[in-house]
Each structure stands twice: as structure tokens, then as C-alpha cells.
């Protein structure tokens, strides 16, 4: 009887040592993913980020946040420092999110975003840049609509800068492009994107051919707004097969071939934009139609202000010339028009544009080279000048 309250005894204490012993399991497993997750967070801040999944942003990295608009995850404060293809690569999610104020070097792309969900990304106050210039943008976003990039800065000298396609609705809006040699802000098949108030500047002395400050290819409906593009680019603002795209109130000067060129597309509307001290024209229009240009300043760029090849029902008013074509190395007036049915004048009101080599008398027209398509209500005083922007 003794002997099997004894076993009965070392049985429970043997037991009681299991439960004990998994316990303790529970707990070092549990505290071992603390450290972990510690120390990916704190102690080696310079990895990338990778994530495929929804509780990645908690399980794998325990970011703030809880994933909802009012509280999305936020990747900030971070410095990133990584020789591999990505910075943070980001993809599959539907949780919001906020990567900001961090400093990111990677060897291709420093932030990858792709099939993230509608209005989830917010990509705002890093620093970019890339330990060399290669052939892929440090910033591509891809199936991500509604997706925020704004006052991001980008150091250094990069073959190419942001690049943003399938991502319609979007907003790319007072960020820094420094040294782009091919392009600083690409848009490709993504409708109603915003780019706005960006700076970007080319110190590069070595001008690439069909490199382009703003581009945009397949996208209609956008809005390119208060831009600012100095250097050597061949295009400023490059429109390709796009339809009811707004260029506004963009300042565009020092360049290659044209401050804008705009390629089979219609239905375009050009304004209140300087085009000032580009190679050869202020704006080339090849095979696009319907087009209303007005209210611009043009000015010493060394060919044709305005260059239109077969395109036609363009209307073109209120705009300003200033000393375009000085060389006359291909003709003599400030632009080149050898369409059809182009309105060099608003007929509704009787106002053309101002020409600064148009000898004034109050009855003159303005002969266009090209063609016979002439300005018949040429303005004596401009409408828009320089002092203006």
C-alpha cells in the first residue's frame, strides 16, 4: 500500500515537472522571438524590409500601428543601408501603410511597392539614393492606386527616378529629383495621377538622347501642376499616346530637344507653362490632335517656340514669344506648322498671340513657316510675361 502511494506521488511529481518544463518552453520561445524581433528592429537597423504578407507588419516586424487608415503601420525613422536589389519591397497587401522620414541606399530599388491595396501606401519625407547609377528607378510603384508619394528627396546621380505604373488616381507631389540622366518622374497606363510641385534639376554635363524630365505614356486624364525642370534633358515634359492630360504652370528651361513634347495624343490642354532656352523648340507636337495651347511664355529657344508636325484641329492662343528662332537656321517666324485646320487665334474673341519679331502697325498678321497658316489677330503687347513666374 505504502509503495503505490509512493508511485502515485513520484508520478505527480513528475508530472507537475512536465507541465513545468513545457512552460518554460512557451516562455524561452516567447522571449526568443522577443529578441529577435528586437533585434531586427533595433540592433540592425540598416537591413532591408521584405514583406508578402498582411502580419508581416506585426508578426515579422512589429511596426506601429494597427493597419487601419486612421492607424497605419509606419516604417520610419530608419536608416537603410543594403548592396541588394531592395531597400524595402513591399507586395500581396492590403493593410495600410506609411513608410517616412527614412534614409535608404540600396543597389537598384530603394522602396518596391506592388499589388498593395487601394489608398494603402503613403510614401513621404525619405531620403533616396542608390551607391550606383543603375539601370532601374530606386523608387517603382506598381498596382498600387491611390498611392501618396510626396517631399521625398532623391541624392545623387541616378540613370533613372520614379516610376509609377498601373497605379491610377495617384499623387507624386513636392519631391526633389537631383542628377536624374534618363528620367526623374515616369507614369505609364495609370489614369487621373497628380504630379505637382516637383523640382527637378539636372547638373549632369552630359546630355542622353530621348532622356525626359516627366513623362508620362498611356495615361489619360492626368494633371502635371507647378513643376520645375532646369537641365539636360532632351524632353521636360514628354506626353505619349495620352488623352485630356492638364499641363499647368510649369516652369521648364535649359534643355535638349523640346521643354515639351507631346506625341499621338489629343485632347490636351497647355497653359500659363514657361518654355525658355531649350536647344531647339519650346514645344514639338508630332501626329496630336485637338490640342488647346495658351496663355504660355516662350522664350531664346534655339529653334521653333511651337513645332507642329502632322497634327491638326489645334487651337493656339494668347501665348507670348520672345526671341525664338534667332539663328532662323530653318526659317524665319517663331514657329513651325505644317498641319491642318490648326487656329493660331481664338476667332471667338479675335486674339491671337504676341510675336516680339512682328513689326507692329495695327493691321499685320503673323505668317507661321511651314505652310499657310497664318496668326490673324497677332497681340501687340504680351498677355503673360516672364516677371510673371
Same mark, same amino acid.
Given at each position: 500500500?505504502?509503495?503505490?502511494?509512493?508511485?502515485?506521488?513520484?508520478?505527480?511529481?513528475?508530472?507537475?515537472?512536465?507541465?513545468?518544463?513545457?512552460? $518554460?518552453?512557451?516562455?524561452?520561445?516567447?522571449?526568443?522571438?522577443?529578441?529577435?524581433?528586437?533585434?531586427?528592429?533595433?540592433?540592425?537597423?540598416?537591413?532591408?524590409?521584405?514583406?508578402?504578407?498582411?502580419? +508581416?507588419?506585426?508578426?515579422?516586424?512589429?511596426?506601429?500601428?494597427?493597419?487601419?487608415?486612421?492607424?497605419?503601420?509606419?516604417?520610419? +525613422?530608419?536608416?537603410?543601408?543594403?548592396?541588394?536589389?531592395?531597400?524595402?519591397?513591399?507586395? !500581396?497587401?492590403?493593410?495600410?501603410?506609411?513608410?517616412?522620414?527614412?534614409?535608404?541606399?540600396?543597389?537598384?530599388?530603394?522602396?518596391?511597392?506592388?499589388?498593395?491595396?487601394?489608398?494603402? %501606401?503613403?510614401?513621404?519625407?525619405?531620403?533616396?539614393?542608390?551607391?550606383?547609377?543603375?539601370?532601374?528607378?530606386?523608387?517603382?510603384?506598381?498596382?498600387?492606386?491611390?498611392?501618396?508619394?510626396?517631399?521625398?528627396?532623391?541624392?545623387?546621380?541616378?540613370?533613372?527616378?520614379?516610376?509609377?505604373?498601373?497605379?491610377?488616381?495617384?499623387?507624386?507631389? !513636392?519631391?526633389?529629383?537631383?542628377?536624374?540622366?534618363?528620367? %526623374?518622374?515616369?507614369?505609364?497606363?495609370?489614369?487621373?495621377?497628380?504630379?505637382?510641385?516637383?523640382?527637378?534639376?539636372?547638373?549632369?554635363?552630359?546630355?542622353?538622347?530621348?532622356?525626359? =524630365?516627366?513623362?508620362?505614356?498611356?495615361?489619360?486624364?492626368?494633371?502635371?501642376?507647378?513643376?520645375?525642370?532646369?537641365?539636360?534633358?532632351?524632353?521636360?515634359?514628354?506626353?505619349?499616346?495620352?488623352?485630356?492630360? +492638364?499641363?499647368?504652370?510649369?516652369?521648364?528651361?535649359?534643355?535638349?530637344?523640346?521643354?515639351?513634347?507631346?506625341?499621338?495624343?489629343?485632347?490636351?490642354?497647355?497653359?500659363?507653362?514657361?518654355?525658355?532656352?531649350?536647344?531647339?523648340?519650346?514645344?514639338?507636337?508630332?501626329?496630336?490632335?485637338?490640342?488647346?495651347?495658351?496663355?504660355?511664355?516662350?522664350?531664346?529657344?534655339?529653334?521653333?517656340?511651337?513645332?507642329?508636325?502632322?497634327?491638326?484641329?489645334?487651337?493656339?492662343?494668347?501665348?507670348?514669344?520672345?526671341? !525664338?528662332?534667332?539663328?532662323?537656321?530653318?526659317?524665319?517666324?517663331?514657329?513651325?506648322?505644317?498641319?491642318?485646320?490648326?487656329?493660331?487665334?481664338?476667332?471667338?474673341? $479675335?486674339?491671337?498671340?504676341?510675336?516680339?519679331?512682328?513689326?507692329?502697325?495695327?493691321? =499685320?498678321?503673323?505668317?507661321?513657316?511651314?505652310?499657310?497658316?497664318?496668326?490673324?489677330?497677332?497681340?501687340? !503687347?504680351?498677355?503673360?510675361?516672364?516677371?510673371?513666374?
Amino acid at each position: 500500500m505504502k509503495k503505490l502511494k509512493l508511485k502515485n506521488r513520484t508520478k505527480a511529481k513528475l508530472g507537475l515537472k512536465g507541465i513545468i518544463i513545457i512552460i $518554460l518552453i512557451i516562455v524561452a520561445a516567447g522571449v526568443s522571438a522577443s529578441i529577435v524581433t528586437w533585434y531586427i528592429i533595433r540592433k540592425a537597423p540598416n537591413r532591408g524590409i521584405k514583406i508578402v504578407r498582411n502580419s +508581416d507588419f506585426n508578426l515579422k516586424y512589429n511596426f506601429p500601428g494597427s493597419g487601419t487608415k486612421e492607424d497605419p503601420y509606419r516604417i520610419e +525613422d530608419r536608416t537603410i543601408s543594403v548592396q541588394t536589389r531592395f531597400g524595402i519591397d513591399i507586395t !500581396n497587401t492590403s493593410e495600410h501603410f506609411i513608410i517616412q522620414n527614412c534614409n535608404i541606399q540600396a543597389e537598384s530599388h530603394c522602396i518596391f511597392l506592388s499589388d498593395v491595396g487601394n489608398g494603402t %501606401a503613403i510614401v513621404r519625407n525619405n531620403i533616396l539614393s542608390q551607391f550606383s547609377a543603375v539601370y532601374s528607378p530606386p523608387v517603382l510603384i506598381v498596382k498600387a492606386p491611390y498611392c501618396i508619394f510626396t517631399n521625398n528627396t532623391f541624392a545623387g546621380t541616378f540613370r533613372e527616378g520614379f516610376g509609377l505604373s498601373y497605379s491610377s488616381y495617384s499623387i507624386v507631389a !513636392n519631391n526633389t529629383f537631383q542628377n536624374m540622366i534618363y528620367f %526623374a518622374i515616369s507614369v505609364f497606363n495609370a489614369q487621373n495621377v497628380t504630379i505637382e510641385f516637383n523640382e527637378v534639376i539636372n547638373t549632369e554635363l552630359v546630355k542622353v538622347n530621348h532622356s525626359s =524630365a516627366i513623362g508620362i505614356a498611356s495615361a489619360d486624364y492626368c494633371k502635371i501642376l507647378n513643376n520645375t525642370v532646369t537641365g539636360l534633358f532632351d524632353y521636360g515634359i514628354k506626353i505619349k499616346q495620352s488623352s485630356y492630360v +492638364d499641363v499647368f504652370y510649369n516652369h521648364v528651361k535649359d534643355g535638349g530637344y523640346s521643354g515639351s513634347f507631346v506625341l499621338e495624343s489629343d485632347l490636351c490642354t497647355i497653359r500659363h507653362n514657361v518654355f525658355e532656352k531649350y536647344d531647339s523648340f519650346g514645344i514639338a507636337l508630332n501626329t496630336t490632335n485637338n490640342m488647346t495651347i495658351h496663355s504660355n511664355v516662350f522664350s531664346l529657344n534655339g529653334n521653333y517656340a511651337i513645332l507642329q508636325n502632322s497634327s491638326a484641329y489645334n487651337l493656339l492662343y494668347h501665348n507670348s514669344f520672345f526671341d !525664338n528662332n534667332l539663328a532662323q537656321i530653318h526659317g524665319i517666324s517663331q514657329s513651325y506648322d505644317d498641319g491642318t485646320e490648326n487656329n493660331w487665334s481664338n476667332i471667338l474673341i $479675335l486674339a491671337g498671340n504676341h510675336w516680339s519679331d512682328l513689326e507692329w502697325n495695327g493691321t =499685320a498678321v503673323y505668317l507661321i513657316d511651314g505652310g499657310s497658316n497664318v496668326d490673324n489677330y497677332p497681340l501687340e !503687347n504680351p498677355l503673360v510675361s516672364l516677371l510673371l513666374f
